[in-house]
């Protein structure tokens, strides 16, 4: 039998999977001071979401001689709050759900971007306040425009399928993927990320947070982006992120949106979350959410599932394929 923290909640269902495989489970949250004193230092397995930072310092606290963690689970796609080199060498294997929230996120970023468009969120809050802005809430259609993403893994080309059939031309850079593994008919992969900013007036985040991909969208990128849709019309510039904070210069972008060179900006996620004290939440083109592109109630129940037969499988003794170290 294991004994198994789940810090930041996971599905009824997948608490089940585990506690009829005969496994002791604990949904306690703890607290970053609780983290470092060695609390998990119990347990064989934790769970976590974004909440639970498994830093270096967390993670050594959480090993003693006799026992301690072998296993992280992130019930979710990113791993920037676990600390894999530091889990890596003390020989933890760290695991994901990539592929459970991915319909979420979609959905979400074709959310996002149809409210930017259509003044969806800024036609909301001026009716509320009692103005009836029929005639200066003028927006533009998807249809013929292109959509370029950054990043083109799992959920970028659910983006690109959802896109494409509402008669979007689609764009991306990814350095990771080859050129000839995409069909040309169905997206242009470039091999300049700037060339997504000079070809598309509206696009998508989907990369990884790094050092490597930290404010990739500045001020110089967003400066390129013409506002003129590849139909002619003018339709302005509209920029998207449910990836991860930071990849996004947000100072860099209230710039834009002030010049008018933004004309809109759309953010699931931030570079300090919440974004309590952030001037973007008073600009009328800004609209946001608070991290919730994998909150729905089918995302969470797979990845409750998946996550507690990934942990199954590992303490059967059986490596799972989708171990990230």
């Given amino acids: 039998m294991a004994r198994i923290a789940i810090t930041d909640g996971m599905s009824d269902g997948a608490m089940k999977i585990l506690s009829d495989a005969g496994h002791e489970i604990?949904?306690?949250?703890?607290?970053?001071?609780?983290?470092?004193?060695?609390?998990?230092?119990?347990?064989?397995?934790?769970?976590?979401?974004?909440?639970?930072?498994?830093?270096?310092?967390?993670?050594?606290?959480?090993?003693?001689?006799?026992?301690?963690?072998?296993?992280?689970?992130?019930?979710?796609?990113?791993?920037?709050?676990?600390?894999?080199?530091?889990?890596?060498?003390?020989?933890?294997?760290v695991c994901n759900t990539p592929g459970a929230s991915t319909r979420s996120v979609v959905e979400l970023t074709i959310g996002h971007l149809l409210s930017s468009?259509?003044?969806?969120?800024?036609?909301?809050?001026?009716?509320?306040?009692?103005?009836?802005?029929?005639?200066?809430?003028?927006?533009?259609?998807?249809?013929?425009?292109?959509?370029?993403?950054?990043?083109?893994?799992?959920?970028?080309?659910?983006?690109?399928?959802?896109?494409?059939?509402?008669?979007?031309?689609?764009?991306?850079?990814?350095?990771?993927?080859?050129?000839?593994?995409?069909?040309?008919?169905?997206?242009?992969?470039?091999?300049?990320?700037?060339?997504?900013?000079?070809?598309?007036?509206?696009?998508?985040?989907?990369?990884?947070?790094?050092?490597?991909?930290?404010?990739?969208?500045?001020?110089?990128?967003?400066?390129?982006?013409?506002?003129?849709?590849?139909?002619?019309?003018?339709?302005?510039?509209?920029?998207?992120s449910c990836a991860r904070g930071g990849i996004i210069d947000e100072d860099a972008a209230l710039k834009a949106l002030e010049s008018g060179q933004l004309s809109s900006l759309a953010l699931d996620v931030f570079e300090t979350e919440p974004p309590d004290q952030s001037p973007l939440l008073a600009h009328d083109d800004f609209h946001g959410s608070p991290h919730i592109a994998a909150s729905t109630m089918e995302a969470q129940a797979r990845i409750g599932v998946e996550m507690a037969n990934t942990l199954l499988e590992f303490l059967d003794g059986i490596r799972p394929v989708n171990s990230l170290n």
């Fill in 26 to 93: 604990s949904s306690e949250h703890f607290e970053p001071p609780d983290l470092l004193s060695g609390v998990l230092s119990t347990f064989d397995a934790v769970i976590v979401r974004s909440a639970t930072k498994m830093t270096r310092e967390v993670i050594t606290s959480s090993i003693t001689e006799s026992n301690g963690i072998q296993f992280i689970g992130r019930a979710g796609v990113g791993i920037d709050n676990i600390d894999l080199e530091a889990a890596t060498e003390h020989g933890i294997i």
């Fill in 117 to 240: 468009v259509r003044n969806i969120p800024r036609a909301d809050r001026t009716m509320r306040a009692g103005s009836w802005e029929k005639k200066t809430l003028r927006g533009s259609e998807i249809y013929g425009k292109r959509l370029g993403l950054i990043g083109f893994g799992r959920i970028a080309r659910g983006v690109a399928d959802a896109a494409r059939s509402l008669g979007m031309e689609i764009h991306a850079f990814d350095p990771y993927v080859e050129n000839g593994s995409i069909d040309p008919s169905m997206c242009t992969l470039h091999e300049e990320l700037d060339d997504i900013f000079t070809i598309c007036t509206h696009i998508s985040v989907h990369c990884n947070f790094s050092e490597e991909t930290k404010h990739i969208v500045n001020s110089d990128r967003i400066s390129l982006m013409t506002g003129v849709g590849a139909d002619g019309i003018e339709c302005g510039n509209h920029l998207i």
